[in-house]
Antibody, heavy 123, light 113 residues
Framework: EVQLVESGGGLVQPGGSLRLSCAASGFTLSSYCMTWVRQAPGKGLEWVASIKQDESERYYVDSVKGRFTISRDNAENSLYLQMNSLRAEDTAVYYC????????????????WGQGTLVTVSS | DIVMTQSPDSLAVSLGERATINCKSSQSVLYNSNKKNYLGWYQQKPGQPPKLLIYWASTRESGVPDRFSGSGSGTDFTLTISSLQAEDVAVYYCQQYYSIPLTFGGGTKVEIK
C-alpha cells in the first residue's frame, strides 16, 4: 500500500525557517517524480514545487523561488521541503504527493497524497 | 500561467440526480504530439487530502466509481457525477499539468439538496 506521511510542520515566526519531510512507503521512491502542494486555511490548492527522480530538475511556483528548496533522499525513501524566509502567506497545510505514471516527466497528475502537515507563520 | 476557472462555485443536487462541474483553462492543455489533455480532477472531503478521480481529462483512476466521468478537450472540460450519492459531498478541483506552474481551479463545492 502506498503511503506518504508528512512531518515537520509547526508554528514559526515570520522570517524563520522550517524543514518538512515526507516519508514514502509501499513503492520505489526513486522511480517517481514527487511534489509539494499547499492549502491555506479555507482556501484552494496551490502547487508549490516538484522534483524529478534523480534531482536533475526542480520546479517552483514563483512565490517561493529563492526561499524554498525541494530535495529528496531515495535511499531514505524521503522527500523534503526546506522553507526559509517564511511569510504569513505561507501559512497552509502542506501535502506531499506522487506524480502518476512513474516516468520522468514533471507534467503529470498526482495519484497519491499524504495527510498533510500544518505550517503556521505568525508572531 | 494557465488560469483554471471552475463553475459553479457550489451546487446542491438531490440524491440520485446528476451533478455537472465545468472547468475552463485560459489556454489549451491538449498536447498535440500525443493527443492527450493534461487535465485532472480531484475530490477533497472535509479534513482529508485530495483524491485523484480522473486524469488525462477522461481516464478514471483505479477504484473510482463509474458514476464519475470526465470529458472535454482543449480548454473546456466537465466532471459529471451521474447519480449523486451522500458520500460524494466534497469539494472538486480541476488541475492542469500541461505547463509549469501547475495550476488548480478554485474548487466547486457539491452538497445534497
Amino acid at each position: 500500500e502506498v503511503q506518504l506521511v508528512e512531518s515537520g510542520g509547526g508554528l514559526v515566526q515570520p522570517g524563520g525557517s522550517l524543514r518538512l519531510s515526507c516519508a514514502a512507503s509501499g513503492f520505489t521512491l526513486s522511480s517517481y517524480c514527487m511534489t509539494w502542494v499547499r492549502q491555506a486555511p479555507g482556501k484552494g490548492l496551490e502547487w508549490v514545487a516538484s522534483i524529478k527522480q534523480d534531482e536533475s530538475e526542480r520546479y517552483y511556483v514563483d512565490s517561493v523561488k529563492g526561499r524554498f528548496t525541494i530535495s529528496r533522499d531515495n535511499a531514505e525513501n524521503s522527500l523534503y521541503l526546506q522553507m526559509n524566509s517564511l511569510r504569513a502567506e505561507d501559512t497552509a497545510v502542506y501535502y506531499c504527493a506522487r506524480l502518476g505514471t512513474g516516468d520522468d516527466s514533471a507534467y503529470r497528475h498526482f495519484d497519491y497524497w499524504g495527510q498533510g502537515t500544518l505550517v503556521t507563520v505568525s508572531s | 500561467d494557465i488560469v483554471m476557472t471552475q463553475s459553479p462555485d457550489s451546487l446542491a443536487v438531490s440524491l440520485g440526480e446528476r451533478a455537472t462541474i465545468n472547468c475552463k483553462s485560459s489556454q489549451s492543455v491538449l498536447y498535440n504530439s500525443n493527443k492527450k489533455n493534461y487535465l485532472g480532477w480531484y475530490q477533497q472531503k472535509p479534513g482529508q487530502p485530495p483524491k485523484l478521480l480522473i486524469y488525462w481529462a477522461s481516464t478514471r483512476e483505479s477504484g473510482v466509481p463509474d458514476r464519475f466521468s470526465g470529458s472535454g478537450s482543449g480548454t473546456d472540460f466537465t466532471l459529471t457525477i451521474s447519480s449523486l450519492q451522500a458520500e460524494d459531498v466534497a469539494v472538486y478541483y480541476c488541475q492542469q499539468y500541461y505547463s509549469i506552474p501547475l495550476t488548480f481551479g478554485g474548487g466547486t463545492k457539491v452538497e445534497i439538496k
